[in-house]
């Protein structure tokens, strides 16, 4: 079956413009993830949902970074005033959601260049 | 807290040698580890992961790890690797003082395979 996707796989934008990155993660998977991954580092978790809700947002770094899974499948990672230290590979990953020690499932990450 | 260590950035080596990812962990309670591949413009894979049991753990591709818990050390292993195992792996833990899923990374090793 299909896996999780992400789009768009590129982003450049300019500093200070609003950027949303899209996850549609696999069918039935209730739990969805999204980390972040510098350059030369491994992946950083931002937050995590089960269902609709948020139910760990505590790896976003500030308030400019905010998500949302309005009916529990499709997520939205949005960043407002984007500076040139957002830039990096924005991973999406989901699981069954049954089990804390389930396998996560990764998306190919969507690159955002902030100029 | 549960972190991973990945003392290696790279490893070179040539196809059909024996490689030895290293990994060690940091925790004291209980440890979840996994390790994960991640091929150029591909997503995360799970190659194996050591949640109890048999201190022995074998994985997809004919790679295995150990958890060594008096060494505190999960290290990956393949007794002849191919060109097309060339990759960035990441060791990871499970961060058990939530009730989630949050894993932990290490920075990565990227594996050369050359012939």
């Known amino acids: 079956g299909a896996g999780v996707s992400q789009t768009p796989s590129n982003k450049v934008t300019e500093k200070g413009k609003y950027v949303e990155l899209r996850c549609d993660p696999i069918?039935?998977?209730?739990?969805l993830y999204w980390y972040r991954q510098s350059l030369g580092q491994g992946p950083e978790f931002l937050i995590y949902?089960?269902?609709?809700?948020?139910?760990?947002d505590s790896g976003l770094p500030n308030d400019r970074f905010f998500a949302v899974r309005p009916e529990g499948s499709v997520s939205t990672l949005k960043i407002q005033r984007t500076e040139r230290g957002d830039s990096a590979v924005y991973l999406c990953?989901?699981?069954?959601?049954?089990?804390?020690?389930?396998?996560?499932?990764f998306g190919p990450g969507t690159r955002l260049l902030v100029l | 807290a549960q972190s991973v260590t990945q003392l290696d950035s790279q490893v070179p080596v040539f196809e059909e040698a024996p490689v030895e990812l290293r990994c060690n962990y940091s925790?004291?309670?209980?440890?979840?580890l996994f390790w994960y591949v991640q091929y150029p413009n591909q997503g995360l894979q799970l190659l194996l992961k050591?949640?109890?049991?048999?201190?022995l753990v074998k994985g997809i591709n004919g790679f295995e790890a150990e958890f060594n818990k008096s060494q505190t050390s999960f290290h990956l292993r393949k007794p002849s690797v191919h060109i097309s195992d060339t990759a960035e792996y990441f060791c990871?833990?499970?961060?058990?003082?939530?009730?989630?899923?949050?894993?932990?990374f290490g920075t990565g090793t990227r594996l050369l395979v050359s012939p």
């Open positions: 990953a989901s699981s069954l959601g049954l089990d804390r020690y389930e396998t996560q499932y």
């Open positions: 069918s039935g998977h209730t739990a």
């Open positions: 949902f089960q269902g609709t809700g948020a139910a760990d």
């Open positions: 925790s004291s309670v209980s440890v979840y």
């Open positions: 050591y949640l109890s049991g048999s201190t």
């Open positions: 990871a833990c499970l961060r058990t003082n939530t009730g989630f899923q949050k894993l932990v």
